[in-house]
């Protein structure tokens, strides 16, 4: 009975699995000229790197390691914002569902600016890659 009990402490649970993961997104970019309404259609591709237990993320290179805005078991939101203090946006958003693995963003500018941001896409998840070390000056 012992040696059941010690094999199953050392298979990982899936719920750990599912806290670490990287997502691998692609789908449409739309940039409107709010000033002649056109609209310039093109790929969107986009890779995060997520880690819900400690409620962090980061972008392509991962440059900076970011706090995620919020997560449930439908959708994970890594920015919304009013962007107070930002003269050139309004809002912002990044999120992706859970449930059917589509992703939204969107830049919104404050009234007088000229262009907004729109992503829409599918994003697959992939093995987590980590989160690059970082050498901390002070």
Same mark, same amino acid.
């Given at each position: 009975m012992k040696w059941i009990a010690i094999m &199953?402490?050392?298979?990982?649970?899936?719920g750990h699995a599912a806290d670490q993961f990287d997502l691998v997104c692609v789908g449409t970019q739309e940039m409107t000229n709010l000033s002649t309404l056109s609209i310039d259609k093109s790929e969107d591709r986009r890779t995060y790197r997520?880690? &819900?237990k400690a409620g962090k993320y980061c972008e392509e290179?991962?440059?900076?390691?970011?706090d995620i805005h919020s997560s449930a078991d439908d959708h $994970?939101?890594? $920015?919304e914002k009013n962007a107070e203090g @930002?003269? &050139?946006l309004e809002k912002s958003i990044?999120?992706? @569902?859970?449930k059917d693995g589509s992703y939204y963003v969107g830049y919104f500018p404050r009234k007088g600016e000229l262009g907004m &941001?729109?992503?829409?896409g599918t994003c697959e998840p992939k093995p987590f890659s980590g989160f690059p070390k970082v050498n901390q000056k002070f």
């Open positions: &199953l402490a050392a298979v990982p649970t899936v997520v880690d &819900l290179d991962c440059g900076y390691v970011r $994970i939101t890594f $920015i @930002n003269p &050139l990044e999120q992706v @569902n859970r &941001l729109v992503s829409k």
